[in-house]
């Protein structure tokens, strides 16, 4: 049996109504109002002490709030953190999302809640934790708290988790391949799904396509230098230039690494066979013949002597864009980014191949 | 054009005496195939052996995989590559059915190459896995790639090839126990039933991006990277005009096996003159520079919309960069009024939390996805290998990393490194969805 915890306003921890929304956080051992509901329908999972906050006193003194809940769990045991259900209800969806987040980053439970697809709690949060697909008002409390209830169990039975439309949350921003035998489907082959929905498309007919186009992620253009002479300038690239002995093992593909090497000693720019590639997306001959083609260092020294660029970072910065992770891409740029402010660095040649 | 497939259905696969075949049993003669095999001077060492569904076997680093066939009549076997150029997909063409052959680095692997499984908990991961297997182990003496990451793995393909024709030979002057028939009219020459109902062009992005020679898809042995969009018969497809390349990270890789039997390819055939006019396979490629990517989007957007295409399915041989041509092309089509359904995989990385496709646009709207690429893997040991299971950490296989091999033979490895485990060329039985 594993122990939860299961945090509630004040409303559903019978404290009172609008009038009491500034009711401090408190913890209570067992179960109070809607809590008992839960123990009635899990199996394998059982509340043993409910926290209950005021909606306002959440909204207006989150650190505090959270500071205290927090203080409050400290030696209580639990394996599992549940909040809500929070229906359609703003002020308490961002609620259940922020103590959720909080657990989750402090005692790393299963964290996970119910809100209606209105609530803005759950474009907040979505991607933190699993919030269930809940209705509008609490007249679905318990048809929200058996959703609740049913995961918990299958969390506590160590089962393995379902995609998002099958377990009824909304999707956190994770996308993972599966088998179709493995969600209980027919293993239609791909061949016969895409002229399937040819067919539809062509017909007018509705159809799912199975990759929902993600928000974009754009990166506004950088306004121009003015002067090239005044500014610090560094060199930056995905192409995988590397000295000899790649000395930090970046990897050629997948790439997870990304180094910083000294070049104020190189006033022609890069030589071979003393730089390479190991960017394994591109044929390397040109590159390793002559590593400027990729980081054009021989051309930024020619600048400089005739006085049309200032300063030159002493590194350059480089990794390997083959095969690399969107998610890793932008840590390692994060990364990067770090070090050319802490540089002083105001601007950046960055070559992609 | 029509071409008939002459199936053979292998249900046992020996050694013997006589390369032949009968009722169901295929009989290789291993001293006068390997003699095949090392017509080719390079190739230094090679051996044969046979896999079936359910063997502890794993094969790593596998290079190829083509069906045993051979022409009867109306042509040649992969023209323009083991043999001269000459039209493809007509005529009578022998295959044998339920079994591949695959070619396998005896030590040395690269970039494009992968695993595969014939038993255990991978084993459904790559359709290999569930075919009876010729298996040819081999090494050169390619010296000038040997420890290079990218290679042309020439030798060891053009012997694969040659060895699937000799094989087929076995069965060319053999009844065959199903026909399978394929025929389209030209063009503009179908009834008025058919040209009454919806038109589709099926777009086939092939991995063409290396610009150094040697390791693109051919097509008539032609290679891709030098070549603009055209248009092709689903039969010169089905037929071997198609070889697959060295290249792409091997769980995007179509290999000349799923050429000859693309799935998406014989549905369209089978849905024309019932709800579709498939008029037939826009031939496109994948390219490195923007102008070149745009050129054959534009190009394979005019091509589709002047053939009359109300609809076109585009399928990508690759992952990464090459989403820029898959997703443009997508978007070129839509512009012209062609409603477009793309099918290829996603690499979201091992978190799962990565953006899907390198390219993104909303008028890519309808998409098949057919697996993850950075899907993470732990496999147990097997009791045989063939080839050499350290390639996967050593010699940059795109699945594999130094030290992802343990000394007991289990290994941990991304799906990038499964033998055409994403099956894009339509045999997936698997889909990426949202957690």
């Given amino acids: ?353 | 054009m029509k071409l008939e497939i002459g199936k053979f259905f292998v249900k046992d696969m020996v050694f013997g005496s006589k390369t032949g075949y009968s009722r169901g049993v295929l009989t290789i003669n291993k001293e006068e195939a390997l003699a095949v095999v090392k017509e080719d001077s390079h190739i230094t060492e090679a051996d044969l052996y046979i896999v079936n569904p359910g063997d502890e076997v794993r094969m790593v680093p596998v290079k190829e995989a083509i069906e045993m066939r051979c022409k009867v009549s109306g042509g040649v076997m992969f023209p323009g590559m083991t043999n001269p150029v000459t039209p493809a997909g007509q005529g009578r063409t022998h295959a044998l059915k339920d079994c591949s052959l695959i070619v396998v680095g005896k030590h040395w692997g690269s970039f494009q190459d992968g695993l595969i499984d014939m038993s255990g908990p991978f084993q459904r991961n790559t359709i290999y896995g569930s075919l009876k297997n010729l298996v040819l182990v081999g090494d050169t003496d390619e010296e000038f790639e040997r420890r290079e990451q990218q290679k042309k793995n020439r030798a060891l393909r053009w012997a694969g090839h040659r060895l699937a024709e000799y094989v087929g030979k076995c069965v060319a002057a053999l009844e065959p126990e199903e026909i399978e028939t394929w025929e389209l009219e030209p063009v503009n020459r179908r009834e008025s039933i058919v040209q009454e109902l919806p038109s589709v062009v099926y777009v086939l992005q092939p991995q063409t991006q290396m610009e150094a020679m040697g390791y693109n898809t051919l097509i008539y042995g032609w290679d891709g990277n030098h070549m603009l969009p055209t248009f092709m018969h689903p039969n010169e497809l089905l037929d071997g005009a198609v070889v697959s390349g060295s290249f792409m990270p091997v769980s995007s890789k179509m290999s000349t096996y799923e050429h000859c039997n693309n799935p998406v390819v014989k549905r369209l055939m089978k849905e024309h003159g019932k709800t579709l006019n498939f008029l037939g396979i826009v031939m496109s490629n994948l390219n490195v520079a923007m102008d070149q990517k745009q050129r054959s989007a534009y190009m394979v957007a005019q091509m589709a919309k002047n053939l009359g295409a109300d609809g076109a399915i585009v399928a990508e041989e690759g992952y990464g960069n090459p989403d820029v041509d898959y997703i443009q092309t997508i978007v070129e089509l839509e512009k012209v009024g062609v409603k477009t359904v793309g099918i290829s995989n996603e690499c979201t990385g091992r978190d799962g939390a990565s953006q899907p496709l390198v390219a993104l646009d909303p008028a890519a709207n309808a998409l098949v996805s057919t697996g993850n690429v950075s899907q993470y893997f732990e496999l147990p040991p097997m009791k045989t290998v063939l080839g050499e299971l350290e390639s996967m950490g050593r010699d940059g296989l795109s699945g594999g990393w130094e030290g992802c091999v343990r000394a007991d033979g289990s290994l941990v490895m991304e799906n990038n490194g499964m033998f055409c485990s994403d099956h894009i060329s339509g045999f997936s039985v698997k889909t990426c969805m949202d957690y």
Wanted: charged share 25%; net charge negative.
């Fill in chain 1, 1 to 353: 049996m594993l122990k939860a915890i299961h945090y509630i306003n004040q409303f559903f921890g019978q404290v009172g109504g609008e009038d009491m929304a500034d009711y401090e956080p408190e913890i209570r051992t067992g179960t109070v109002g809607c809590t008992q509901i839960f123990n009635s329908l899990a199996k394998d999972v059982e509340v043993t002490h409910t926290v209950i906050c005021g909606d306002n006193f959440m909204a207006s003194r989150t650190d505090e709030a959270l500071a205290r809940i927090l203080a409050m769990l400290e030696g209580v045991e639990f394996d599992i953190f549940i909040a809500g259900p929070a229906f359609n209800a703003g002020r308490y969806g961002a609620a259940c999302g922020q103590v959720c987040k909080a657990v989750k980053e402090k005692h790393g439970v299963p964290v996970i809640t119910s809100m209606n697809e209105e609530n803005p709690g759950v474009e907040l949060f979505h991607k933190d934790m699993y919030i269930f697909r809940g209705g509008n008002r609490a007249t679905f409390m318990k048809q929200d708290m058996e959703k609740l209830a049913a995961f918990a169990d299958r969390i506590a039975r160590g089962g393995k988790l379902l995609p998002a439309v099958m377990e009824g949350y909304f999707p956190r921003g994770i996308r993972h391949e599966v088998f179709l035998e493995d969600i209980g489907r027919e293993p239609v082959m791909a061949a016969d799904r895409v002229v399937d929905m040819m067919i539809a498309k062509l017909r007018g007919e509705p159809y799912q396509t199975e990759l929902p186009m993600p928000a974009l992620d754009r990166v506004p253009v950088a306004p121009a230098v003015k002067d090239l002479r005044k500014v610090r300038l560094a060199l930056v690239t995905s192409g995988g230039i590397v000295p000899r002995e790649n000395p930090d093992r970046i990897q050629s593909c997948s790439a997870t690494k990304w180094g910083k090497y000294d070049i104020s000693g190189l006033e022609k720019g890069f030589t071979a066979p003393e730089y390479k590639t190991i960017h394994a997306g591109y044929d390397p001959e040109q590159a390793d013949r002559n590593p400027n083609v990729v980081v054009p260092l021989d051309a930024i020294r020619a600048y400089q002597r005739e006085g049309r660029i200032g300063e030159v970072d002493d590194y350059y910065y480089t990794t390997v864009g083959t095969g690399t992770t969107q998610g890793e891409a932008a840590r390692m740029g994060r990364e990067i980014a770090a070090v050319l402010h802490e540089r002083n660095v105001e601007a950046v040649v960055l070559t992609a191949t």
